[in-house]
């Protein structure tokens, strides 16, 4: 029987997230009404408890209740300098200025694989993951959230159709191609995706390259649907950024988890649905972990980019403390939903799903890790 073959015939039983700009600041600028203080934070049920790979993991100043996530399964501090190193030496290679430079370094993307990718030891391999998730969040940053950097959102729709061009390289149109590549050879970002693209070509399958290629085209609609709610001024209520952010997620980072760890998932198994929904569902916890630790960086922008914590409160009416409370249960019910997932794939004869699913489990306590220590993240005290 086939890897696929295994899978279908093992889960043919039953099957298993789903206003106005002003408004929006006008409430976040309100003091909350009943903060939630550490002693009100329910226990953990206990029965939940009992699996050693996930804990309920304080985080921020402690306030907050805990998150449910996977406990980080390597910290190699010399390993992820020795990434970061090599990283910043290739953002400066790729046309980041000097300041730019240090501002990769101090991020620390080097540190945020070697947490999230503990079976693979080899910095060369890991920079694959560090250059794609660097030249990403410099798209994210320059392209689409950051105002102070430049980011407008009305131009960001054609910056990404260059981006899909400059890491899926398009076949020569003759005279139409000299613009194009003079372009992608002149902006940094573009620059930097073409570059990891290209890197990540050396040790990928091509069906690994172009499932890294399509998650990230994927992730980068999303992109668009906030560079329009943005522009407009009308943002959505959570449903609607929560059913985008599931494509924007650390789903795309996760693409390279086999590619890291010198394995490949079959297409099959990557893309079967079931493998498909606990990818999604370890891609989105991630990012929820994002979403909660970067409210005090997203409320500094003149125009705040979408984050999951905001729009709860503008959606309940809440205080900032209650959203994030309603997103950490959010998050906790997703990794419970992952854990099960993983529990019922464990029958499936196939030691690459084994590792792939150990591996999505890895990266999000790898990411947990990195958001709590990294100072792109450290907020500045309230007042
Ligand atoms: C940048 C990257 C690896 C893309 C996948 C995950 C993702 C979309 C992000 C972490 C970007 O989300 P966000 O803009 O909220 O991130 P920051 O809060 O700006 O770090």
């Not at 991020?107 to 080899?122: I, S």
């Not at 709610?229 to 789903?251: N, T, V």
Request: proline share 8%; hydrophobic share 40%; glycine share 6%.
């Amino acid at each position: 029987m086939t890897e696929h073959g295994a899978l279908a015939t093992l889960l043919a039983g039953p099957s298993g997230l789903g206003t106005s700009a002003a408004r929006l600041a006008a409430r976040l600028a309100q003091p909350p009404a009943v903060p939630l203080v550490a002693e009100e934070i329910p226990p953990p049920p206990e029965e939940l408890s009992l699996d050693p790979a996930y804990a309920f993991r304080p985080w921020g100043d402690g306030s907050a209740p805990p998150l449910y996530c996977p406990v980080t399964e390597r910290i190699n501090d010399p390993l992820g300098e020795e990434v970061d190193r090599r990283l910043i030496a290739w953002a400066g290679e790729c046309g980041f200025d000097k300041e730019e430079c240090e501002q990769i370094g101090k991020a620390g993307f080097g540190r945020l694989v070697m947490l999230a990718h503990p079976d693979c030891e080899d910095p060369d391999r890991l920079l694959i993951s560090a250059k794609l998730n660097a030249a990403w969040w410099a798209a994210d940053d320059l392209y689409a959230d950051d105002t102070s950097l430049g980011a407008v959102p009305a131009e960001l729709p054609p910056k990404l159709a260059l981006a899909m061009a400059a890491m899926d390289p398009v076949p020569s149109l003759g005279e139409f191609s000299h613009d194009l590549d003079k372009t992608l050879r002149g902006d940094r970002v573009l620059v930097a995706l073409n570059s990891a693209t290209d890197f990540l070509r050396r040790s990928g399958t091509p069906a690994q390259v172009q499932r890294v290629c399509y998650s990230t085209f994927a992730m980068f609609v999303s992109w668009t649907a906030y560079a329009a709610w943005r522009h407009s001024g009308k943002y959505p209520p959570a449903w609607e950024y929560l059913a985008a952010r599931q494509h924007d997620s650390f789903y795309t980072s996760m693409t390279l988890i086999d590619v890291l760890g010198g394995y490949e998932l079959t297409s099959n198994l990557y893309y079967d649905p079931r493998v498909r929904e606990a990818a999604i569902q370890a891609g989105t916890a991630a990012v929820l972990v994002n979403d909660v630790h970067s409210v005090a960086k997203d409320l500094e922008d003149e125009s705040p980019p979408c984050n999951t914590v905001l729009l709860i409160a503008d959606d309940r009416k809440c205080t900032i403390e209650e959203a994030t409370a309603i997103t950490v249960e959010l998050h906790n019910d997703v990794v419970r939903d992952f854990q099960a997932a993983h529990e019922k794939l464990s029958g499936v004869p196939s030691l690459e799903l084994h590792r792939f699913m150990r591996g999505l489990r890895g990266w999000m306590g790898g990411g947990f890790e990195w958001h709590s220590t990294s100072p792109r993240y450290r907020t500045k005290p309230r007042n």
